[in-house]
């Protein structure tokens, strides 16, 4: 098999016919299948893919029967995917241009020594379309380096495809956010190329992973980091001062919040003059009354 897609859906009833409609316009010299990992949705979203695997034969749907969260779907779809290439697109999202899929092929086929191809994002917001927004919008067609996509997270998932060829993907306790993660372990293998063409509309809205700030997107940033200090040595720079960042966010934005306690007391033993800075304790004392 050429290329596999990849689709990890929950709960996306209004949105996942967008998405598979994207996937079946696409027109390519070679095969492909889909993957669809369907985590117990409990809307119509499973009914609707399984109408989409009954008119296309290379469409697969493979129903959870709990709900195993996000990255774990991921790993499940994932290991699936037997391709020589692997496309993603998430379920809230979908892909805007037909050819999409053969130019990033094509351009894999002739460069070997890439490991990724992605491009640029057209924002869509569900709630609010003229809010204007500048994720992205940094990007060019060039070469990416290690450092730019992490420190930018310059690659969005579905406007991804990869080259097939690192073994099964498995993602450690403590990683939420599995996209990141999975980019950086493919670019040990190769590097990372950017089209300039705007093949993918992503979704902003309120069940977005990281849409709004709260302490429990905080901790878990803060937490993963912490995973890729470790597993990305060579870049510990970039992992340890973001980790630091969102440490120091919750010590001073969510001090009214009970899970904050632990952070807080982190946070001051690594800055001890704060136990003794009137000026913390007054910020400490504002967000708690």
Known sequence: MKLSVFVVTYNQEQYISQCLDGIAAQRTDFDFEVIIGDDCSTDST???????AARYANF????????????KNW?????????????MVEGDDYWTDPHKLQTQVDFLDSHKDFAISFHRVELVYEHHPHIEEHLFEHLQEREYSTREVYEAWSILTS??????????ISFPR??????????????????AWCHNMCAVAY?????????????????????????????????YDISHKTRQQYLHEIAYNYTHEPSAVRYMLKYMSQHPSKIISPKYWRRLFTNLF
Do not use: T
């Open 46 to 52: 499973g009914a609707i893919c399984d109408e989409y």
């Open 60 to 71: 697969h749907v493979f129903h959870h029967e709990k709900n195993l969260g996000h990255v």
């Open 75 to 87: 790993e499940f779809v994932l290991q699936h995917c037997k391709g020589e290439y692997v496309a």
């Open 159 to 168: 406007s991804v495809v990869f080259r097939n060829n690192i073994g099964n």
């Open 174 to 191: 403590n990683v939420f956010f599995s996209d990141i993660y999975l980019f950086l372990s493919l670019l040990e293998h190769g590097r």
């Open 203 to 235: 979704r902003r809205h309120s069940d977005n992973q990281s849409s709004s700030p709260s302490i429990q997107l905080a901790e878990r940033l803060y937490l993963q980091y912490g995973v890729m200090e470790k597993r990305f040595p060579l870049l």
